[in-house]
């Protein structure tokens, strides 16, 4: 499997984007699909996970209550929409895929539990 994203771009405070990762192959629907973003200078941090049902895990701290990760395996695509961005949401983000479901230790929250990855795609947030 190998993994495309798409969807970043320049946005003011406030406003909205819709980030998709598309997959290569139907297989994609035996992955947990996660989202991952990383900031100049700063480490690669989780933002969301969605699993083979459809069960969804975000970084609460962070983006809880404005971002929503879901998935449509028929599309071969997981998606994370984006509400109220700030400044603070500024980052490359990456899309992740892992051949595991999302149960146990909170594997899916360390970048190295994931095999696969898209390329990125940066989201600039300025007023």
């Known amino acids: 499997v190998q993994l495309q994203a798409s969807g970043g771009g320049t946005v003011q405070p406030g406003d909205s984007l819709r980030l998709s990762c598309v997959a290569s192959s139907h297989t994609f629907r035996s992955y947990a699909v996660g989202w991952f973003r990383q900031a100049p200078g700063k480490e690669r941090m989780f933002v969301a996970v969605v699993g083979v049902n459809d069960e969804s895990v975000y970084n609460s701290d962070s983006v809880k209550g404005r971002f929503t990760i879901s998935r449509d395996n028929a599309k071969r695509s997981a998606y994370l929409q984006m509400n109220s961005l700030q400044p603070e949401d500024a980052a490359v983000y990456y899309c992740?895929?892992?051949?595991?479901?999302?149960?146990?230790?909170?594997?899916?929250?360390?970048?190295?539990?994931?095999?696969?990855w898209g390329q990125g795609t940066l989201v600039t947030v300025s007023s």
């Open positions: 992740a895929a892992a051949p595991r479901p999302i149960t146990g230790p909170n594997w899916w929250q360390w970048s190295s539990e994931y095999r696969i």
